[in-house]
């Protein structure tokens, strides 16, 4: 025992330990983790190009046809128009009856409603093509230099405003100041 605690040893031991991979299946492991979510990648990358192709495709056929729809009830709206014109002078001249120009009246107005409804589904599939090709922005001139500012230099597109502002918001204001914020 006195030789273990005063460290007096015959003889040394050293020992070398080298390990040498001659199969590195960690590094294989990680390259095949790395070129899977490779693949992942171009994989999401792929069906996102697909799902904007698809977007486009689908955006500019609906504005074709709402175009179509906009024509055929423009169409539809100016025959109603002349049927109502007949029937009124029809109506004049003591051939026809007040029940069936007031008939002919309530179609011109479903027609004009319809003619009403195809515009406003036209200019929706319009801003719905502009979006899906990100040109919304270029489109309605409004640049983010404007936005960074808060000074727009020229007049934008977008229905409702007037030099950036939104119309009819300054009197809806003045109504309420004067009135205590109540109206």
Not at 17 to 33: E, L, T
Not at 93 to 108: E, F, H, K, N, P
Not at 126 to 147: C, F, I, M, P, S
């Amino acid at each position: 025992m006195s030789t273990v605690f005063h460290n007096n040893f015959p003889d040394y031991n050293v020992q070398l330990n080298v390990q040498i991979p001659i199969r590195n299946r960690s590094a294989q492991a990680d390259n095949q983790r790395a070129i899977l979510t490779q693949r992942q990648l171009e994989a999401q990358m792929q069906q996102l190009k697909n799902s904007a192709l698809l977007d486009v495709r689908n955006t500019f056929i609906a504005l074709e046809q709402d175009r179509a729809r906009v024509e055929a009830a423009s169409k539809a709206r100016e025959l109603q128009q002349q049927t109502f014109d007949a029937e009124q002078k029809k109506y004049q001249l003591g051939a026809s009856t007040v029940y069936l120009v007031i008939q002919t009246q309530r179609d011109l107005i479903s027609a004009q409603g319809t003619e009403l409804r195809a515009l406003t589904d036209l200019v929706e599939a319009k801003a719905n093509y502009e979006r899906a090709l990100g040109r919304t922005l270029e489109v309605n001139r409004v640049t983010v230099a404007d936005a960074k500012s808060g000074q727009v230099d020229q007049a934008t597109l977008i229905p409702g405003t007037l030099h950036g502002q939104v119309v009819g918001m300054d009197k809806v204001y003045r109504e309420i100041d004067n009135g205590n914020g109540q109206k």
